[in-house]
Every structure is written in structure tokens, then in C-alpha cells.
């Protein structure tokens, strides 16, 4: 600390600039090493844990595993052998992939538009603010692991059910109570009078369906682009009334570039959210696989497989929306 | 008197309300303007929008919670939909009994207490570290942490069971063995760590447990915003970086502390993942994920089972949630003004 005080002084010493400047440079490297105290059990787990993890990893997906009397386990490498198995003579692995591209294609917009909207929306002055936010503040907290894999139990139950409904015959019993939000009919009855195209329909009858679960994948994206939206400052949109603009106006020219690296943060944040959650039919699928016979390695393969396509996604979206995004600069 | 009078008919814009001007006054210039009209259409509109999404988001609860006092008869009758008819506690009654609830809560609460107490300090220590020092290799070390965030952890769900099945750190221990023949196992390791508290504990202490990448990142984004002026009083007054931190740092940043510590306790709390891969005898400990189940003392066959069964299983989730519930209602106010100045707006 000594250090420290010397520097105060010379700060006063013209002549000492020279001095000054080197040795806060080395006060600097000195305060840098004890960062490295600081970051030290993250440093560790990661070089001793987590990356043996990953390299493990990468090689279990190219053995087979066989369990040895005794205890223990014998890897024997098979090359490329699961790989080809996910990509080739699994069909449904494929087929799933696609499906939750397709998926993820039709999630993103849906869940970044509303939760923008929504954020917008909560943003404003009014009564009851507090207990809107809190309600919309649930899905983030509650439904993530156990009552997601509940959900999908469920769902599973119903399918089965369903299934054993055609081939005995009788009346399926399985509308429950809470999936009676809206009715798909309705939606393409309103829709049928105005002349639309059928691809926009589909499109709007399937995010009516899927409200429930885009308004639960939306709760951290739109407490991002709230904290975005409180961090302008009130005074660029007071100038703007000012000079007459009205509030569409100011929404496309100052609060849509000023939250654009949320939207940026937020799109990436949904792809992986969307790609990593529970409910994802292939992790379903892998989850599904890891615990038949072989299935731990070939699961492994099919999930690096997974992981390099959504790395290429993810690649894609950076590179098409970084073109777009605007930076205010602060300093 | 009568000037200004004058001048308000002319230009309504220059009236200025208080308490004094009637409300013929006020009607006339304030209530029945275009702009008035507009503010108050949109609010109604609003507040219909938002009472309507808050409806979509809170009516499967309600709906889970009504379900889960219908005794057996309710599901065969058309006629009930929220309210049951022959109201019971049976369901409740049956899963505290028969799978074993209240022995999965008190595991439950000390892993998640445990992991997101260690979560916290680690998260915020790191946050820290990568925030306000300067080191080498900085940029290099923080992709990992992103790293850690993007992979998905089925990726390396084998190799983590694996790690803590035959715990050896870089297989040093298992090299030695091996060539002076200690052991006789194929794989010889330093213990089997599963179905204890140990993974989730080092993976929790080292920061690389679920999104502790994403709580690492929050911190740092935190931190970030701290002026460097702060520290620099303090070590001017003669505390050293570890004195500050402590001293300073930390009281300050309670509220974020408590946000990060809210996510994990909820998502250790909720998750399935882990334990479900670390936790594979239940008899041992008894966790969350193992009382979703149907219990025994409830099972039937009749027409409606697989309403029934959800119900059940709806219920059972009902019950996992509801000590989290309690939480954060307390820690609601904390909670939403750490999540709004968690600075990830950079």
C-alpha cells in the first residue's frame, strides 16, 4: 500500500511523471497476479475437471465400452463406428435433427419478438407493474427440470394412450384441463375469412398452439431487454417528444437500435436455451438412447454431433445479426 | 384578470390545473382531448393484454392445483372442470406417505443449499477476478467460461458419470496403480463418488456446475460497473485486494449475490439432469426427482387413469415446487432488483 501513497505524491511532482508511470505499471502487473488468486477455482475445476471431461469425452464417442469383472471398464476403439450409426442406421436421429432445426426456425422470431414486446410493455409507468412482472417472472424460476420432464412424462402418457385409444376402440378420455386455451378451429375459422396466405396461417395457428410454451421460454429474454431498456437514458426520449416524434416513431429510430446487442445477446441466449432444454426433441431422443444397450457411447457421438451443428447456428446468427447491431459508445 | 382569460380560449395549451379549477374546467380541456382519449385506450389495452398473458401463464397452475384436490370420481365426470366435486386430500396424503416426501425434501434442501451457497462465493469470486484484474491470457481463460456455458451438458454426460464413478484427477492416480500393479481393477480410482454430495459439491466450488458460466458472467458484468475509485480509496486507507474485496465488495453486492443464489438454489432445486445421472440409488438418498411417481396406494385401472395418473404426477410437482414457492416470495423484491441491475446490458 506503501506503493500505493507514493504514486498520490508524485502525482503532485512533475518531474516524477516518468517514475510514476513505470512503477503503476508494475503495481498494476502486481494487482494482475493476484487476479489469478481470484480466478484460481474456476482455473482448476476447469484444467482438472472439466476439460479431462471433454477430451474424455471426444473419446469415449469413438469406443465401444465394455464393463470388466471386477470393476472397471474397458474401452475398445471402434473408430468412426458410432458416428456412423447416428448418422446412418438410426433413422429417426436424423429425422429429429431436422425437426428441431425446424423448430428452432419458427422459436427464435416468435420468442424474441414477443419478449421484446412484453418487455416494452413492462417498461411503462403504470399501476400493478410490480405483480406483472413477478407473474412473468414465474416461468423462469418454475418451469425448468422436474416440472418440464413432468410435462413430457405426461405428454408421453397421453401419446401411449392415444396410441391403445385406436387399436381398442374406445373413446379417448385425455382432454385434460389446462390445454383447452384455445381451440386450433377457431383461430383458422377467423383466419379462413380473410384471404391470407395458407403458410402465414399455419404459421399463426401453430404459435397460437404453442403460446403457452413461447411465453415460458421467454422469461430471461425479456428481464435482458428490460434491464436494455432501463439503461436508456430518459432524456434522449424526452428530446425526442420534444421535437414532436410519437411513440412509434421513437420506438424504431431510438429504442430499437439502442436495444439491438440485447436482441443480438437474446437470440444467441434462445438458440442455446432452446437447443440445451429438456423438452428439445433430440436431447429427449439422446436421453432417450443413453440408456439402451451401447447407448452411452453412441449417445455421446450423436450429442457432439448435436453440439457442432449448434456451433454452426450459432456462427450463423452472429455473423447475420452482428451486421445489424448498433453500438452506442460510452465512455 | 380577464387577459389571461382571454388568452386561455385562444390557446387551451397555456391552462394550467390545480386543485382550484372546476371540474366543468377540467372536463372541458384535460378529460375530453384526443390525447387523453389515447392515453386511456392504450392503457385499457395493455392492461387487457397483460391480464390475458398473465392468465395463460398462471392458469395451468390453477389448474394443476385444482386437479390435485379431485378425488377419483371427479375425472369421469364431464360436467366438473376447475372446481372438484367430491374434494379430497387423498393425492397429498398419498405421496407424503408413500414416496418417501418429506426425506426428499430435507436432501433436497441440503444439496441445493449447500451448491448454491458454494455457487455464489465461487461465482462471485471469479466474477471478480475477471472484472477488475489484469493477466495474461485474460480473453483466453473467459472464452472458457463461455465454453462452459455453450456445450451441452449431454454432451459430456457419460464422461461425467464416468469422472465421478472412477474419480482420479488426469488419471495419475490410475497410471500408478496400473504399472506397479496396485490393483486389480481394469480402471482402479481413488473412490466412487457417486450417491454422495461430492460431485455436485466440486463441481459447485470450481464453478463449472449447471450455468455457473451464465452466473460468472453476471457477476463480472456486475463488477464491471463498480467504479475502480471505490477500491482505490480503499487502498489508499491501507486495505489490501483481499481485505477490499471482503470488506467492500461483498456487502455491496448483496443484492446480486442474493439474485445469483435465488437461480441456483432453484435450479439445483428443480433439476433433473444431475441428480438423476449422480444420484442412481435411490434407496441411499432419496431425492426430488424420484417421488414423481405413481404411489402405490393410488393405483387403479379405470376409464380416466391417464387423466388421473397426471393429475398425480402434476400434484407431485405442485409439491416440489411449493417450498420454492415460500422462498421466493421472500426473496421477491431482492430477486427482481438484482435480475434488473444485473448489468448484462454491458
Same mark, same amino acid.
Given at each position: 500500500?506503501?506503493?500505493? $501513497?507514493?504514486?498520490?505524491?508524485?502525482?503532485?511532482?512533475?518531474?516524477?511523471?516518468?517514475? $510514476?508511470?513505470?512503477?503503476?505499471?508494475?503495481?498494476?502487473?502486481?494487482?494482475?497476479?493476484?487476479?489469478?488468486?481470484?480466478?484460481?477455482?474456476?482455473?482448476?475445476?476447469?484444467?482438472?475437471?472439466?476439460?479431462?471431461?471433454?477430451?474424455?469425452?471426444?473419446?469415449?464417442?469413438?469406443?465401444?465400452?465394455?464393463?470388466?469383472?471386477?470393476?472397471?471398464?474397458?474401452?475398445?476403439?471402434?473408430?468412426?463406428?458410432?458416428?456412423?450409426?447416428?448418422?446412418?442406421?438410426?433413422?429417426?436421429?436424423?429425422?429429429?435433427?431436422?425437426?428441431?432445426?425446424?423448430?428452432?426456425?419458427?422459436?427464435?422470431?416468435?420468442?424474441?419478438?414477443?419478449?421484446?414486446?412484453?418487455?416494452?410493455?413492462?417498461?411503462?409507468?403504470?399501476?400493478?407493474?410490480?405483480?406483472?412482472?413477478?407473474?412473468?417472472?414465474?416461468?423462469?424460476?418454475?418451469?425448468?427440470?422436474?416440472?418440464?420432464?413432468?410435462?413430457?412424462?405426461?405428454?408421453?402418457?397421453?401419446?401411449?394412450?392415444?396410441?391403445?385409444?385406436?387399436?381398442?376402440?374406445?373413446?379417448?378420455?385425455?382432454?385434460?384441463?389446462?390445454?383447452? #386455451?384455445?381451440?386450433? #378451429?377457431?383461430?383458422?375459422?377467423?383466419?379462413?375469412?380473410? $384471404?391470407?396466405?395458407?403458410?402465414?396461417?399455419?404459421?399463426?395457428?401453430?404459435?397460437?398452439?404453442?403460446?403457452?410454451?413461447?411465453?415460458?421460454?421467454?422469461?430471461?429474454?425479456?428481464?435482458?431487454? /428490460?434491464?436494455?431498456?432501463?439503461?436508456?437514458?430518459?432524456?434522449?426520449?424526452?428530446?425526442?417528444?420534444?421535437?414532436?416524434?410519437?411513440?412509434?416513431?421513437? !420506438?424504431?429510430?431510438?429504442? !430499437?437500435?439502442?436495444?439491438?446487442?440485447?436482441?443480438?445477446?437474446?437470440?444467441?441466449?434462445?438458440?442455446?436455451?432452446?437447443?440445451?432444454?429438456?423438452?428439445?426433441?433430440?436431447?429427449?431422443?439422446?436421453?432417450?438412447?443413453?440408456? $439402451?444397450?451401447?447407448?452411452?457411447?453412441?449417445?455421446?457421438?450423436?450429442?457432439?454431433?448435436?453440439?457442432?451443428?449448434? #456451433?454452426?447456428?450459432?456462427? #450463423?446468427?452472429?455473423?447475420? /445479426?452482428?451486421?445489424?447491431?448498433?453500438?452506442?459508445?460510452?465512455? | 384578470?380577464?387577459?389571461?382569460?382571454?388568452?386561455?380560449?385562444?390557446?387551451?395549451? &397555456?391552462?394550467?390545473?390545480?386543485?382550484?379549477?372546476?371540474?366543468?374546467?377540467?372536463?372541458?380541456? =384535460?378529460?375530453?382531448? &384526443?390525447?387523453?382519449? =389515447?392515453?386511456?385506450?392504450?392503457?385499457?389495452?395493455?392492461?387487457?393484454?397483460?391480464?390475458?398473458?398473465?392468465?395463460?401463464?398462471?392458469?395451468?397452475?390453477?389448474?394443476?392445483?385444482?386437479?390435485?384436490?379431485?378425488?377419483?370420481?371427479?375425472?369421469?365426470?364431464?360436467?366438473?372442470?376447475?372446481?372438484?366435486?367430491?374434494?379430497?386430500?387423498?393425492?397429498?396424503?398419498?405421496?407424503?406417505?408413500?414416496?418417501?416426501?418429506?426425506?426428499?425434501?430435507?436432501?433436497?434442501?441440503?444439496?441445493?443449499?449447500?451448491?448454491?451457497?458454494?455457487?455464489?462465493?465461487?461465482?462471485?469470486?471469479?466474477?471478480?477476478?475477471?472484472?477488475?484484474?489484469?493477466?495474461?491470457?485474460?480473453?483466453?481463460?473467459?472464452?472458457?467460461?463461455?465454453?462452459? +456455458?455453450?456445450?451441452?451438458?449431454?454432451?459430456?454426460?457419460?464422461?461425467?458419470?464416468?469422472?465421478?464413478?472412477?474419480?482420479?484427477?488426469?488419471?495419475?492416480?490410475?497410471?500408478?496403480?496400473?504399472?506397479?500393479?496396485?490393483?486389480?481393477?481394469?480402471?482402479?480410482?481413488?473412490?466412487?463418488?457417486?450417491?454422495?454430495?461430492?460431485?455436485?459439491?466440486? +463441481?459447485?466450488?470450481?464453478?463449472?456446475?449447471?450455468?455457473?458460466?451464465?452466473?460468472?458472467?453476471? +457477476?463480472?458484468?456486475?463488477?464491471?460497473?463498480?467504479?475502480?475509485?471505490?477500491?482505490?480509496?480503499?487502498?489508499?486507507?491501507?486495505?489490501?485486494?483481499?481485505?477490499?474485496?471482503?470488506?467492500?465488495?461483498?456487502?455491496?453486492?448483496?443484492?446480486?449475490?442474493?439474485?445469483?443464489?435465488?437461480?441456483?438454489?432453484?435450479?439445483?432445486?428443480?433439476?433433473?439432469?444431475?441428480?438423476?445421472?449422480?444420484?442412481?440409488?435411490?434407496?441411499?438418498?432419496?431425492?426430488?426427482?424420484?417421488?414423481?411417481?405413481?404411489?402405490?396406494? &393410488?393405483?387403479?385401472?379405470?376409464?380416466?387413469?391417464?387423466?388421473?395418473?397426471?393429475?398425480?404426477?402434476?400434484?407431485?410437482?405442485?409439491?416440489?415446487?411449493?417450498?420454492?414457492?415460500?422462498?421466493?416470495?421472500?426473496?421477491?423484491?431482492? &430477486?427482481?432488483?438484482?435480475?434488473?441491475?444485473?448489468?448484462?446490458?454491458?
Amino acid at each position: 500500500m506503501d506503493k500505493a $501513497k507514493k504514486i498520490n505524491i508524485a502525482e503532485d511532482a512533475p518531474a516524477a511523471v516518468k517514475v $510514476k508511470k513505470r512503477k503503476s505499471k508494475s503495481l498494476d502487473r502486481k494487482k494482475g497476479r493476484l487476479g489469478w488468486f481470484f480466478i484460481a477455482p474456476f482455473l482448476i475445476g476447469f484444467v482438472l475437471i472439466y476439460l479431462p471431461m471433454i477430451v474424455d469425452s471426444i473419446y469415449f464417442s469413438f469406443v465401444k465400452i465394455e464393463a470388466v469383472r471386477g470393476g472397471g471398464y474397458n474401452p475398445i476403439w471402434v473408430g468412426l463406428r458410432n458416428y456412423s450409426y447416428a448418422l446412418l442406421e438410426d433413422e429417426s436421429f436424423s429425422t429429429k435433427l431436422i425437426e428441431s432445426l425446424k423448430q428452432l426456425a419458427f422459436n427464435i422470431p416468435a420468442i424474441v419478438i414477443f419478449s421484446l414486446f412484453m418487455a416494452v410493455l413492462l417498461n411503462q409507468k403504470m399501476k400493478g407493474r410490480a405483480v406483472f412482472r413477478a407473474i412473468f417472472f414465474i416461468p423462469v424460476i418454475v418451469s425448468t427440470g422436474i416440472v418440464e420432464s413432468i410435462e413430457v412424462q405426461n405428454s408421453l402418457a397421453e401419446a401411449q394412450s392415444q396410441m391403445t385409444d385406436i387399436s381398442s376402440g374406445t373413446m379417448s378420455s385425455s382432454s385434460s384441463v389446462g390445454n383447452e #386455451l384455445i381451440s386450433i #378451429l377457431q383461430v383458422e375459422r377467423f383466419f379462413s375469412g380473410m $384471404k391470407v396466405g395458407n403458410q402465414l396461417l399455419t404459421y399463426v395457428v401453430a404459435v397460437v398452439t404453442e403460446v403457452y410454451s413461447i411465453i415460458n421460454k421467454a422469461g430471461v429474454q425479456m428481464l435482458i431487454f /428490460l434491464a436494455g431498456l432501463q439503461s436508456i437514458s430518459p432524456a434522449i426520449y424526452e428530446s425526442c417528444k420534444i421535437e414532436g416524434a410519437s411513440s412509434w416513431e421513437i !420506438f424504431w429510430k431510438i429504442t !430499437f437500435p439502442m436495444i439491438s446487442p440485447m436482441i443480438f445477446v437474446n437470440t444467441i441466449y434462445t438458440v442455446i436455451d432452446s437447443f440445451t432444454s429438456q423438452s428439445n426433441t433430440v436431447i429427449v431422443y439422446i436421453n432417450e438412447i443413453y440408456g $439402451k444397450a451401447e447407448g452411452n457411447v453412441r449417445s455421446t457421438a450423436m450429442s457432439w454431433i448435436y453440439f457442432m451443428l449448434v #456451433l454452426l447456428i450459432l456462427a #450463423l446468427v452472429a455473423a447475420i /445479426l452482428s451486421a445489424y447491431i448498433f453500438y452506442q459508445r460510452r465512455d | 384578470m380577464d387577459k389571461t382569460e382571454n388568452k386561455i380560449k385562444k390557446d387551451p395549451s &397555456l391552462m394550467v390545473f390545480d386543485k382550484k379549477t372546476s371540474f366543468w374546467v377540467l372536463l372541458r380541456y =384535460k378529460y375530453l382531448t &384526443l390525447y387523453f382519449l =389515447k392515453k386511456v385506450l392504450w392503457a385499457i389495452f395493455r392492461f387487457v393484454l397483460l391480464v390475458g398473458i398473465s392468465y395463460v401463464i398462471i392458469l395451468p397452475y390453477i389448474s394443476k392445483i385444482s386437479g390435485s384436490f379431485m378425488s377419483r370420481e371427479d375425472f369421469v365426470d364431464t360436467t366438473v372442470k376447475l372446481i372438484p366435486k367430491y374434494p379430497t386430500l387423498d393425492t397429498y396424503k398419498a405421496i407424503i406417505n408413500d414416496n418417501g416426501y418429506w426425506s426428499a425434501v430435507s436432501n433436497a434442501a441440503t444439496l441445493s443449499l449447500l451448491c448454491a451457497f458454494v455457487q455464489m462465493l465461487t461465482c462471485a469470486i471469479v466474477g471478480y477476478g475477471f472484472a477488475k484484474f489484469n493477466f495474461k491470457n485474460k480473453k483466453l481463460l473467459f472464452l472458457c467460461v463461455i465454453f462452459t +456455458m455453450v456445450i451441452p451438458h449431454q454432451s459430456i454426460q457419460m464422461s461425467m458419470f464416468m469422472k465421478f464413478r472412477y474419480f482420479d484427477i488426469w488419471g495419475i492416480y490410475g497410471f500408478i496403480a496400473k504399472t506397479f500393479g496396485l490393483s486389480s481393477q481394469a480402471t482402479p480410482a481413488i473412490s466412487n463418488l457417486l450417491n454422495s454430495y461430492w460431485p455436485l459439491g466440486i +463441481m459447485s466450488f470450481c464453478g463449472i456446475a449447471f450455468k455457473n458460466g451464465l452466473y460468472i458472467f453476471i +457477476m463480472r458484468q456486475y463488477y464491471k460497473g463498480v467504479p475502480d475509485e471505490l477500491e482505490e480509496a480503499a487502498y489508499v486507507d491501507g486495505a489490501g485486494v483481499f481485505k477490499t474485496f471482503v470488506k467492500i465488495i461483498i456487502p455491496m453486492s448483496i443484492p446480486m449475490l442474493v439474485t445469483i443464489f435465488m437461480f441456483a438454489f432453484s435450479w439445483q432445486w428443480t433439476d433433473t439432469f444431475y441428480t438423476n445421472l449422480f444420484f442412481t440409488d435411490t434407496e441411499k438418498i432419496n431425492l426430488l426427482p424420484s417421488i414423481v411417481k405413481i404411489p402405490k396406494s &393410488l393405483q387403479t385401472e379405470y376409464a380416466a387413469k391417464i387423466t388421473y395418473e397426471k393429475a398425480i404426477r402434476n400434484t407431485c410437482g405442485l409439491m416440489i415446487l411449493f417450498p420454492l414457492v415460500i422462498v421466493y416470495l421472500f426473496a421477491q423484491r431482492t &430477486l427482481i432488483e438484482g435480475v434488473e441491475r444485473s448489468g448484462i446490458t454491458g
